[in-house]
T-cell receptor
Framework: KAGVTQTPRYLIKTRGQQVTLSCSPI?????VSWYQQTPGQGLQFLFE???????NKGNFPGRFSGRQFSNSRSEMNVSTLELGDSALYLC??????????????FGNGTRLTVT | KQEVTQIPAALSVPEGENLVLNCSFT??????LQWFRQDPGKGLTSLLL?????REQTSGRLNASLDKSSGRSTLYIAASQPGDSATYLC??????????FGGGTRVLVKP
């Protein structure tokens, strides 16, 4: 069974540009969550989608948005990029949302560098 | 607001020694607690998940305990090997699939 797939693996963008990251969950998983990892702030929750609906949202500005498609694949978009958006963006999938026995499985992430 | 802390931030042990990694959380209203391993430049690999109603989980050389009343979880790795060198993260799960992560413990197992 294939794991969580994130594309691209690396991205270099310029301040002010926008970027779209993609995540394909494990087959059968309906929940997709996004996390940002930086050396200073660690891992922080961005948002979760389940059955094409946003379930939870973290404390990030509106420049960060996402969506989920009917096949559970998800995209994350960051507009008007800032230097501080440079980070490893991790996607996680889970069979269910809100279940105590439903672990999250993470992809290898997209490394975004903003110059 | 849930806060998760992992102390120490880094740990170095000789091969063969048992590892004890600590995780504390402030809000005991959790669905579960999950331990992950992260290798440099990689994503997170799930190691163990302990539901809020459980006290411990075991997988091979790994054992994780959970004490909700004191807000603590401990990951034990028996007979450490150089291949165990990585950063270990714990995360408390609240509503939905929102995980609150600790800062991680970077482990180095010396041959």
């Amino acid at each position: 069974k294939a794991g969580v797939t994130q594309t691209p693996r690396y991205l270099i963008k310029t301040r002010g540009q926008q970027v779209t990251l993609s995540c394909s969950p494990i087959s059968g998983h309906r929940s997709v969550s996004w996390y940002q990892q930086t050396p200073g702030q660690g891992l922080q929750f961005l948002f979760e989608y389940f059955s094409e609906t946003q379930r939870n949202k973290g404390n990030f500005p509106g420049r960060f948005s996402g969506r989920q498609f009917s096949n559970s694949r998800s995209e994350m978009n960051v507009s008007t990029l800032e230097l501080g958006d440079s980070a490893l963006y991790l996607c996680a999938s889970s069979l269910l949302s809100g279940s105590p026995n439903s672990p999250l499985h993470f992809g290898n992430g997209t490394r975004l560098t903003v110059t | 607001k849930q806060e998760v802390t992992q102390i120490p931030a880094a740990l170095s042990v000789p091969e063969g020694e048992n590892l004890v990694l600590n995780c504390s959380f402030t809000d005991s209203a959790i669905y579960n607690l999950q331990w992950f391993r992260q290798d440099p430049g990689k994503g997170l690999t799930s190691l163990l998940l302990i539901q809020s109603s459980q006290r411990e989980q075991t997988s091979g050389r790994l054992n994780a305990s959970l004490d909700k009343s004191s807000g603590r979880s401990t990951l034990y790795i028996a007979a450490s090997q150089p291949g165990d060198s990585a950063t270990y993260l714990c995360a408390a799960k609240a509503a939905g699939n929102k995980l609150t992560f600790g800062g991680g413990t970077r482990v180095l197992v010396k041959p």
